[in-house]
């Protein structure tokens, strides 16, 4: 007598993902109901304040005042005109008396950033290339 045996197919094991995702549609359900989003609704600008010694009196600065207005004064004479060009032509007759001239800005709070760009724009005319700009220490005073 002769058996036959029949060969079964061999089934291919199938894999259900329908489990696996519904734990990770749980997982993120949790992780997004536990996070914290912190919105910025304005921007906090702190001015720059020096706690250095007073700061002295040095012949190479010019010392370039810009009012809230938008006036300017080079070493405490007035600019006559608010344009970039008189300004170039005080700094330059200031700059003349004076070997390796650093120029100092040193604008009111209230100052217009343009103003304060026409000072940075006149001295590269006039070339100037050293530039640096005057803060207040914590008490008030210039430095």
Known sequence: MALQFKHRRTEEPEINLIPFIDVLLVILI?????????????????LPVADAERA??????????????GRYAVDKRPV?????????????????????????????????HQSVINVMDAARRAGLAQ??????TSGGARE
Not at 131 to 136: E, K, V
């Open 80 to 112: 006559d005109g608010r344009s970039v060009e008189a300004l170039q032509a005080a700094l330059r007759s200031a700059a003349a008396e004076r070997r390796d001239p650093v120029v100092v800005v040193s604008a009111d709070a209230m100052a217009a």
């Open 30 to 46: 949790f992780l997004m109901l536990s996070t914290t989003y912190s919105k910025f609704t304005e921007l906090q600008v702190n």
């Open 131 to 136: 530039l640096t700009f005057a803060t207040q």
């Open 56 to 69: 002295r009196d040095y012949p190479r600065e010019i010392v370039v005042a810009v009012s809230a207005d």
